[in-house]
């Protein structure tokens, strides 16, 4: 991005280029990518708004990729501990040995 806006645009003879920094391009990407575009900075050459538009399509499908990875790993985690909660209940010796009742109880509760 630094360097498709500081170096201008190819279609009009590198006339309308912006002076940029690192961190004013940083800056950019990283708010661009989270898709908050406050639009304080934004490119004004052809190839740095084309670049823009490849990279935040990009960025949304590795930011969902991950929220997915996120999610699935808690679903496993969680699955896991009601799992293990089920298999460890110790038994109050009052002659019901009905796991399945007891599985259920600890998610259907009366207030509900």
């Known amino acids: 991005m630094l360097q498709l806006e500081n170096n201008g645009d190819p279609f009009y003879d590198y006339e309308n280029s912006t002076e940029l920094t690192f961190w004013n391009s940083f800056y950019y990407v990283l708010i661009s990518m989270t898709t908050i575009g406050y639009g304080d900075i934004s490119p004004v050459t052809l190839l740095g708004r084309a ?3 490849i990279y935040v399509v990009a960025a ?18 969680f699955s896991v501990l009601v799992l ?4 460890t209940m110790d038994d109050d010796d009052d002659g019901d040995d009905d796991k399945d009742y007891k599985f259920l109880k600890i998610f ?3 207030e509900r």
């Open 51 to 53: 670049f823009t538009v």
């Open 60 to 77: 949304l499908v590795c930011v969902l990729l991950l929220m997915l990875i996120f999610s699935l790993f808690l679903c496993h985690y």
């Open 108 to 110: 259907i509760h009366r």
């Open 84 to 87: 293990l909660s089920w298999l």
